[in-house]
């Protein structure tokens, strides 16, 4: 078993709405930074949602439409995604360890381990 995995991806038309769950486990489960990145093809991975300490930030580009949560009972990071764009077509990664932001390319540090999910595509046709 590996200590986050995301699902949740799938083919959705513009304007539609998706949630990406992320299932916690282990050292994954403690840690006070969770986030989630995403890569689209040919681009680098950028930082979308940041929970430190269960404060939210958001890049500028999802602001609004996107929203991070826990689930501290079962452990459950979330992604809620409407109002989904062709350009929110991208592999979504969650990841866990502190430090974190939404500039972050590397997560986790000596006191915290970071983590990465395995990733799922969304694709967002218009």
């Known amino acids: 078993i590996v200590p986050l995995v995301e699902s949740g991806g799938g083919s959705v038309e513009a304007g539609g709405s998706l949630t990406l769950p992320c299932a916690t486990y282990?050292?994954?489960?403690?840690?006070?930074?969770l986030g989630w990145f995403r890569q689209a093809p040919g681009q680098g991975r950028e930082g979308i949602a940041v929970l430190d300490s269960g404060i939210a930030t958001y890049r500028d580009s999802v602001k609004g439409r996107f929203t991070i949560s826990k689930d501290n009972v079962k452990n459950i990071l979330y992604l809620q995604m409407n109002n989904l764009k062709p350009e929110d077509t991208a592999i979504y990664y969650c990841?866990?360890?502190?430090?974190?932001?939404?500039?972050?390319?590397?997560?986790?540090?000596?006191?915290?381990?970071?983590?990465w999910g395995q990733g799922t595509q969304v694709t967002v046709s218009s």
């Open positions: 990841a866990s360890g502190c430090p974190m932001t939404i500039y972050s390319v590397g997560v986790g540090g000596v006191s915290d381990l970071g983590y």
């Open positions: 282990g050292g994954a489960t403690s840690s006070h930074c």
